[in-house]
């Protein structure tokens, strides 16, 4: 089973030791103007980190271990065995010693690699075996956890509540697209766990409903997606409320990619981190198979509805606008396409009826937008789709990572037209494969 999966048996309504809330701040919590994607050129994609040389990744090692060998706590354990968990991963392998050594991390390793699980046993295992201090008022939040979007806020919560079924750790999920009351409960409460998008908790700072003088752990997953969609100004006001790392708060940072930005802002907020790296830098996963079609913009409609009509399994269409996303799916369903539409316009309910549909196979196909799709946690996706090549090297990576998950195979496909070429040719070079 894969460790990024968790167990859904157990459901997503009442604070359930979680809870959401609140009329949506700008969607996803987004900062007030943003679009689904920046208004870059088709044309050339934005360079890639791939040169950044500012941290030299340590020595680990990553070799899979049976989760029973790490001396973990036994209500832990069973929460792991329900799970069907049985080894670590490599980045597991790698994370999961350091983490417990209280040791600031930067870690970075491909999508669909287990990372959720990398930061989630280690978190709960010392929150298991470390009591509140004396010092710290009861029923104040000890761990946050920051994630750029509502559907990777929900995944990691759901990870929690799996791994921490048999135990007595309570945990929130604060995100925007819903009303804010019952957040604004349980962060009173002080769960001991808040997973928030940083808009919406910001929302709640500003309402003084979130208490964060107690933070002892700050995880923060897609760092190089929160930068991209424009929270790190955000994330730097949340963390500049907490403990200083100077008072012994530990910092766990993680992404999929790791541009020059991200490197400077995490060696920032980190103190004396170790960078783990597990594959290869900024590149996607050697499970998925890369192809290219050459195709008009004007005839690339048709061409998916030729390819879709027998699809091999899940398909997700890639779409750098939320009108543009709309727009196709009206369009494949209307040929017969059994289809929908996801982004960040569309409200809390309808974006978890389109992914509980895309799960269940009421829907072969999903219309997305980046924004929209980060944090899928889908395992069955057979093909990704990029209708048009995407403007960047992470943006890339990230897309077709929603495929080749867990080392399954999986088949990436970029639809390029004529005035396409030079982009395309761009990026390839700075992925390192080979999209000709």
Same mark, same amino acid.
């Given at each position: 089973m894969n460790s990024n999966t968790t167990d859904r048996r157990h459901s997503h309504g009442g604070q359930r030791r979680r809870s959401g809330g609140g009329p949506p701040r700008h969607g996803d919590g987004a900062p007030r103007g943003r679009k689904d994607a920046r208004p870059r050129s088709s044309h050339a994609p934005r360079s890639s980190a791939h *040169?950044?040389?500012a941290l030299e990744p340590i020595v680990c090692d990553t070799t899979p271990v049976p989760f029973a060998s790490l001396g973990l706590d036994s209500r832990l354990l069973e929460g792991i065995r329900d799970l069907g968990f049985v080894d670590t991963r490599p980045i597991q392998s790698a994370v999961i010693p350091l983490a417990l050594g209280t040791h600031d991390l930067i870690a970075c390793a491909e999508t669909g690699t287990g990372k959720t699980a990398a930061f989630v046993v280690p978190t709960l295992q010392w929150l298991l075996t470390h009591p509140v201090r004396a010092a710290q *008022? *009861?029923?104040t939040s000890r761990v946050l956890v920051l994630a750029p979007t509502r559907e990777l806020a929900v995944q990691i919560?759901?990870?929690i509540h799996g791994l921490a079924y048999h135990t007595n750790v309570s945990s929130a999920a604060v995100y925007g697209g819903v009303e804010m009351g019952m957040q604004e409960r349980a962060l009173k409460a002080g769960v001991d766990i808040i997973v928030a998008t940083p808009g919406r908790l910001m929302d709640h700072m500003r309402q003084q409903n979130a208490d964060l003088s107690g933070i002892e752990l700050l995880v923060l997953d897609e760092a190089d997606r929160m930068m991209d969609m424009g929270f790190w100004p955000d994330v730097r006001r949340i963390i500049a409320t907490l403990p200083p790392s100077t008072s012994g708060r530990q910092t766990l940072l993680f992404s999929a990619t790791m541009p020059n930005e991200v490197v400077?802002?995490?060696l920032e907020i980190t103190k004396e981190a170790k960078y783990v790296q597990v594959g290869q830098r900024s590149? =996607?996963?050697?499970?998925i198979t890369h192809r290219v079609e050459a195709v008009a913009a004007s005839h690339k409609p048709e061409w998916l509805i030729n390819?879709?009509?027998q699809p091999e399994g899940p398909v997700l269409i890639f779409m750098r606008t939320k009108i543009g996303a709309d727009r196709l799916a009206r369009r494949l369903a209307a040929a017969g396409v059994k289809c929908t539409a996801l982004h960040a316009d569309r409200s809390q309910d309808q974006r978890r009826i389109a992914v509980e549909g895309f799960k269940s196979g009421k829907y072969k196909v999903l219309v997305a937008t980046d924004i929209a799709a980060r944090g899928l946690d889908i395992d069955a996706i057979h093909t990704v789709i990029n209708y048009?090549? =995407?403007?960047? =090297?992470d943006a890339y990576v990230h897309r077709v990572g929603r495929t080749g998950r867990a080392d399954a195979v999986g088949q990436a496909i970029t639809l390029v037209a004529p005035e396409e070429r030079r982009a395309l040719q761009l990026l390839s070079k700075a992925?390192?494969?080979h999209l000709e």
């Amino acid at each position: 089973m894969n460790s990024n999966t968790t167990d859904r048996r157990h459901s997503h309504g009442g604070q359930r030791r979680r809870s959401g809330g609140g009329p949506p701040r700008h969607g996803d919590g987004a900062p007030r103007g943003r679009k689904d994607a920046r208004p870059r050129s088709s044309h050339a994609p934005r360079s890639s980190a791939h *040169t950044a040389s500012a941290l030299e990744p340590i020595v680990c090692d990553t070799t899979p271990v049976p989760f029973a060998s790490l001396g973990l706590d036994s209500r832990l354990l069973e929460g792991i065995r329900d799970l069907g968990f049985v080894d670590t991963r490599p980045i597991q392998s790698a994370v999961i010693p350091l983490a417990l050594g209280t040791h600031d991390l930067i870690a970075c390793a491909e999508t669909g690699t287990g990372k959720t699980a990398a930061f989630v046993v280690p978190t709960l295992q010392w929150l298991l075996t470390h009591p509140v201090r004396a010092a710290q *008022t *009861t029923g104040t939040s000890r761990v946050l956890v920051l994630a750029p979007t509502r559907e990777l806020a929900v995944q990691i919560e759901d990870e929690i509540h799996g791994l921490a079924y048999h135990t007595n750790v309570s945990s929130a999920a604060v995100y925007g697209g819903v009303e804010m009351g019952m957040q604004e409960r349980a962060l009173k409460a002080g769960v001991d766990i808040i997973v928030a998008t940083p808009g919406r908790l910001m929302d709640h700072m500003r309402q003084q409903n979130a208490d964060l003088s107690g933070i002892e752990l700050l995880v923060l997953d897609e760092a190089d997606r929160m930068m991209d969609m424009g929270f790190w100004p955000d994330v730097r006001r949340i963390i500049a409320t907490l403990p200083p790392s100077t008072s012994g708060r530990q910092t766990l940072l993680f992404s999929a990619t790791m541009p020059n930005e991200v490197v400077h802002d995490a060696l920032e907020i980190t103190k004396e981190a170790k960078y783990v790296q597990v594959g290869q830098r900024s590149a =996607p996963a050697k499970s998925i198979t890369h192809r290219v079609e050459a195709v008009a913009a004007s005839h690339k409609p048709e061409w998916l509805i030729n390819h879709l009509r027998q699809p091999e399994g899940p398909v997700l269409i890639f779409m750098r606008t939320k009108i543009g996303a709309d727009r196709l799916a009206r369009r494949l369903a209307a040929a017969g396409v059994k289809c929908t539409a996801l982004h960040a316009d569309r409200s809390q309910d309808q974006r978890r009826i389109a992914v509980e549909g895309f799960k269940s196979g009421k829907y072969k196909v999903l219309v997305a937008t980046d924004i929209a799709a980060r944090g899928l946690d889908i395992d069955a996706i057979h093909t990704v789709i990029n209708y048009e090549v =995407p403007d960047s =090297p992470d943006a890339y990576v990230h897309r077709v990572g929603r495929t080749g998950r867990a080392d399954a195979v999986g088949q990436a496909i970029t639809l390029v037209a004529p005035e396409e070429r030079r982009a395309l040719q761009l990026l390839s070079k700075a992925v390192g494969v080979h999209l000709e």
